[in-house]
């Protein structure tokens, strides 16, 4: 996703967070919440993340379900 640079540009610009933002909160519960919710909210980012990493796409829908709003 992010080695995409039009595709890293709009997650940062849609979840708000700097660069430095999201390295610092990789491991962070919101920050998951926010990749899945951008992931989620365009199908075809949901689709090339889900080939990248070779798994279905709903495996994002639940993951994201695991995450408390």
Request: glycine content about 4%; hydrophobic content about 50%.
């Amino acid at each position: 996703m992010l080695a995409d640079e039009r595709r890293a540009d709009r997650l940062l610009a849609l979840t708000g967070l700097t660069p430095d933002e999201l390295r610092g909160s990789l491991m962070e519960a919101p920050t998951h919440a926010a990749v899945l919710d951008f992931l989620l909210g365009n199908e075809a980012d949901l689709v090339a993340a889900a080939e990248e990493l070779d798994v279905p796409p709903q495996a994002f829908a639940q993951a994201r379900e695991s995450i408390p709003a």
